[in-house]
């Protein structure tokens, strides 16, 4: 957990960094493009940026919930589905901003979807977060199970099996042989001696 864990922080905290940086460069070029679009969509990202960082946020939440042992990773689900929500809303911010932009008419058709939108993807995202938190519950649960069972003879493939058969057959079919010359031996010899 440790490992992945840091992993996590590390890639957020970079994935934040190169953002701020990113919004920082086009504050800084902004003072010397006056292109009205260019200008538009610095706007609209420094007034999104606390909303796009909460939403690095939340989503980092979710994935250090997710790398948690049981029961502690069951908030992972809620915090993937807030981000969720979250991305849906900044996409239509975006669609927004693009029909704002280039004046169609398309945002005002969709604008209606983004409740069900929203909705359906916070559904999913819990659902998918919390079957595949008991799809991993029940695979370690095997494991376990498994590994205090030890070895059965279901785990050992169908060849082997029947190699084992056919010594053992082998076996027993060269014991029966000896056996039966044995026996016509002393038939043979008690013939004689009663000649």
Known sequence: MAKSGLRIIFSTIVNIVIFLA???????????????????IVDFLNSNLHFIISLFLVLFLGEIFRIFRFPFNLLYPIFSAIGG?????????ILELINQLFS???YDK???LKLSITIIVSVIVIIAG??????????KEAEEK?????IRWSDIGEE??????GIAYSIRKT???EKQAGKKKKRKKAIEEDI
């Open 146 to 150: 498994k590994r205090k069972e030890g």
């Open 85 to 93: 929500v979250m991305a849906v809303f900044f996409i239509f911010s």
């Open 110 to 112: 969709i604008s209606g």
């Open 130 to 139: 919390y079957v595949s938190i008991l799809a991993e519950l029940g695979r």
């Open 175 to 177: 014991f029966a042989k």
């Open 160 to 165: 082997f099996k029947f190699a084992l058969y």
């Open 22 to 40: 990113v919004i920082w460069l086009l504050n800084y070029l902004s003072r010397y493009i006056h292109y009205s679009l260019f200008l538009q």
């Open 104 to 106: 169609l008419e398309f």
